[in-house]
Every structure is written in C-alpha cells, then in structure tokens.
C-alpha cells in the first residue's frame, strides 16, 4: 500500500475521502492536549464573498436603522420584557397575545427543520448574527490592522515588541468600541432608543444598574468575537447539532466533488492528469487555510462547517489558474456528487419550499390578524342582582385594550339573550385610547319574566361607532332562584 492509500481510506464504499487517525476523533480547533489551536483563515474573495457582503451589508443596515423607524408612534420592533412592552411590525402586542408567540415558536421550529433539510445550513453562512458579525465587521478589522493570514501568524509568533502591543492594543480597543455598539443597539430593540439615548445622557450614576447590563453585555460580545470566535458554532450552536439528523443526500450544501477530485495530487505543468490517474484536486490545501472553522472540506460533511462559500470561491480561483473546470467544491446534494447527475429542484423539495412559504404566510396571518380589540366583563366579587321597576340588574366591571394604532368610540350591547339593556354611569359611549387599557362599570339589567335561571349566560358585545362589532365576552347573569316544575 502506497503513502497516498495509507493517509487516506474511502467511506461507506462510496469513494469518499477520510484521514482515519484524525477525521471525526477531534475538533479542528483543538490539538490532541485539548489545547486552543488559533485559526487564521486566509482573506477571501470571489463571486460568493461578493454576494455574502452585499447580504451582509443590508441586514446590517436593518439592524442599526431599525430601532429608529417607527409606525403610528410605535416602534417597529420593541421587546420589552421587563415592562411587558412589545411592538412587532408596529403593532402592539400584550401578555394576551401570548399564545400568537407560541404558534409562532413552533411555525419558526418546523421553518427552521424544513428550510436545513432543503437548503442545508445557508442560514449559518448567510444570515446568522455571529457570522455577520465575525466575518464582515470584526474579522475585516482584524485584517485591516494585522493584515492576512501570513502577517497574522507572523504578529502571533513574534515576541511582544513595539509592533505587537501596538497592532494588538489597536484592533482590541476597536473590538471594545464596536462591541460597546452593539450592545446600545441590542438594547435599542429592548427599551428603545429614546430610553437608550436618556440613560447615556444621565451617566452611569443615575442608572447604576442598566450600566452594569450594559458593562456585562459589551464584555460578552467582546469574549465571543475577540476570542471565542468560531468555537460559538462548533461547541455552543445547538443548530449545528440538529443538521446532523437533518441533512440528507438530496440537501443542497456545499460539497467537495471526491469522484472527480480524487486521487488528488501536486499539479504539474503539462500533465494529462486523467492518464496518470489523479483527479483534479491538486492538494493545494487552500480550502482549509480559507476555512473560518479550520475544517478540510475534501473529508466530507461536517458539523463544523457553516457553508460560507469561501472554500468554493478559493477553489474555482485555483482552477482557474490551472486551467480546469470550476465547481470542484459547490453547492451541491451528495446524490448529485455519487451518482453524478446534475442538480434537479426534486418533487420534495418543492413540496417543502411549498410548505415552507405556507408557515410564512401563516405566521404573517397571526401577527396581522389578531383582534383589534379585547374586552372583559366580570362581575365584582361579592356583588349580587337587585331588582327595579320589573327589571333584573347586575353590575359588571370591564375592562377594554384597544390594541390598535388609532383611538376608538365604541359602544356596549347585550348579544344574547337579545332583550338586554346595558346602563352606563355616564355616558353610553366609551372612548378608549390606542395602546391603553380603559377600565369602567355598566349594569346589564333584563326583564323579569325572561331571567328563568338563578344563573344564566350572557353575551355581551363591544361595537364600533359603525355597528361593527369588535369583541364579545361571554359570562354569567345572577337572578332570583325559581323553582321549576
């Protein structure tokens, strides 16, 4: 057996290279000792980087515009926990609006199963907060102060010099800056920006405590991205964990071609490759050093990856300049690598693009289609009925949130039983403000010869200045007992 065979065997018969002593046995950032190994990835550049930077850039612009746009006086996205405050598209939401969270939750947990079986782990490359934010803000940093990957490791190994503590100090302290941010941005989305604006102006002594969140928030971001880095998506991410039961041969990810690729081999000038039995991979080694996560893309599928694409666009560069065809490493699903047919959008993956855009249309539905209105009647503890000029009453306190971004002249009437009068203190019209509850007391009374129950349901409805009715609540009205024969 060959040096080539005993580095490298084949999995599951399929012709798949793997390193048996160290593929799967360890962590890529972690040396035998369990030490960290540093990872230096190599600056890249292609027609993906290209694309991720443009994504990149408009969902950054979102996330520091966002918390300034507002709708109706509301902002566009506040989630206030602490004060019960939250406000999704504009729209104020409330405590009772709570199981529209959990339908939510559950739409976003069967979109995020479906959209990784489909479309493998793009989310992880393209969109997720800690890979924009490591590879578009603070890794360019990085570069632009330490310079690639070579002048990086040279700065590492170099002894703590002028240079060093100069780069170091530079990049560290800007990391803090942008950190800091960050971390007024995030809490933008929590109390707004007019509460984040007045807290600063006040100073740390006047709000001790929201300096304190503010201290601790601004030195997680900077552990994660000054020095945990990738480790957060290998060891931490419990997304990276599902795709292991999520992705099958027919997701779409980023895959090394081993069929066309292997036996690979040192590229020489001239060289019929096909003749000499080696395949197209010229074991340059340039989609590892590229790597975010230091893995080797050539050893399959693997959880540490995050299809960034950068292996892909290092690896067209270098056929490109060797003269063979592109898309050694692309997307692709392991069917079309094995059985080398070209990609087709499968019937199931169109079944689940089709589900996919029906749970987005579900939750938009839940989030717009929520009742404008929510309305309470309840009687207060220890009251009773009276009786009055033939009538029944009961008293009522009830309790209305206008959940819309206007305010609102509304009206109360009995629903069912029909012949129900309602009596006001004041006025027979309520004025109920946008985004308030409003709180008061009316009588419901009915004639005598309809109340046949000591205890008999009633609707009662909350209507427009138009008729339309906006809600109704059902409860109980107390009468006097009657025995029945």
């Not at 012709?15 to 369990?34: A, I």
């Amino acid at each position: 057996m060959d040096q080539q065979e005993k580095e490298f065997t084949f999995r599951g018969g399929q012709g798949q290279v793997v390193d048996p002593e160290t593929f799967r046995d360890t962590v890529n950032t972690m040396d035998q000792s369990g030490k960290r190994k540093w990872v230096f990835p190599r600056k890249p550049k292609g027609r993906y980087t290209n694309y991720r930077l443009l994504v990149s850039i408009f969902l950054l612009a979102v996330f520091f515009i966002l918390p300034f746009i507002k709708i109706n006086g509301n902002p566009f996205l506040l989630l206030n926990i602490l004060d019960r405050e939250f406000y999704i598209f504009g729209q104020p939401f409330y405590p009772q609006d709570f199981f529209i969270l959990a339908l939510g939750a559950i739409t976003s947990i069967v979109f995020i199963i479906l959209f990784t079986v489909v479309f493998g782990r793009i989310f992880c490359g393209w969109i997720c907060p800690q890979t924009i934010f490591m590879e578009m803000i603070f890794r360019k940093i990085e570069y632009a102060i330490e310079g690639d990957r070579n002048k990086q490791i040279r700065l590492d190994n170099q002894p703590w010099d002028a240079e060093k503590i100069w780069k170091r100090g530079l990049k560290w302290t800007i990391f803090l800056l942008v950190s800091l941010i960050i971390t007024h941005f995030m809490f933008m989305y929590i109390v707004g920006y007019e509460e984040v604006f007045r807290i600063m102006k006040e100073g740390p002594f006047a709000h001790p405590s929201n300096f304190l969140v503010m201290i601790l928030f601004t030195a997680a971001f900077y552990f994660v991205f000054a020095w945990f880095r990738e480790q957060v998506c290998t060891l931490v991410c419990p997304y990276g964990r599902l795709q292991g039961v999520l992705i099958d041969k027919q997701t779409i990810n980023v895959y090394y071609d081993f069929k066309r690729g292997e036996n690979r081999a040192k590229w020489r000038k001239g060289e019929d490759r096909r003749a000499a039995g080696k395949g197209d991979c010229i074991d340059c080694n340039q989609c590892v050093v590229v790597c975010p996560t230091g893995i080797d893309i050539r050893n399959g599928q693997q959880l540490e990856c995050v299809n960034c694409t950068a292996c892909i666009d290092v690896c067209d560069e270098v056929m490109e300049k060797v003269g063979l065809p592109k898309g050694l490493i692309r997307y692709a699903t392991e069917d079309e690598i094995e059985q080398e047919r070209p990609f087709k959008f499968t019937a199931k993956m169109k079944a689940y693009t089709g589900v996919l855009t029906a749970l987005v249309i579900f939750l938009g539905f839940l989030l717009y289609n929520r009742g404008s209105m929510e309305a309470k009647f309840i009687k207060p503890a220890g009251s009773t009925f009276f009786v009055k000029d033939g009538k029944i009453t009961n008293i009522y306190n009830y309790t209305m949130l206008n959940k819309t971004n206007e305010d609102k002249i509304v009206t109360i009437k009995v629903v069912e039983p029909a012949r129900g009068t309602i009596t006001f203190s004041d006025t027979d019209k309520i004025k109920l403000k946008k985004d308030q509850i409003t709180k008061g007391t009316v009588n419901v009374s009915f004639p005598e010869k309809d109340i046949k129950l000591s205890k008999q349901n009633v609707t009662i409805g909350v209507y427009d200045e138009k008729g339309k009715l906006l809600d109704s609540f059902e409860t109980y009205f107390e009468g006097p007992f009657k025995l029945q024969f």
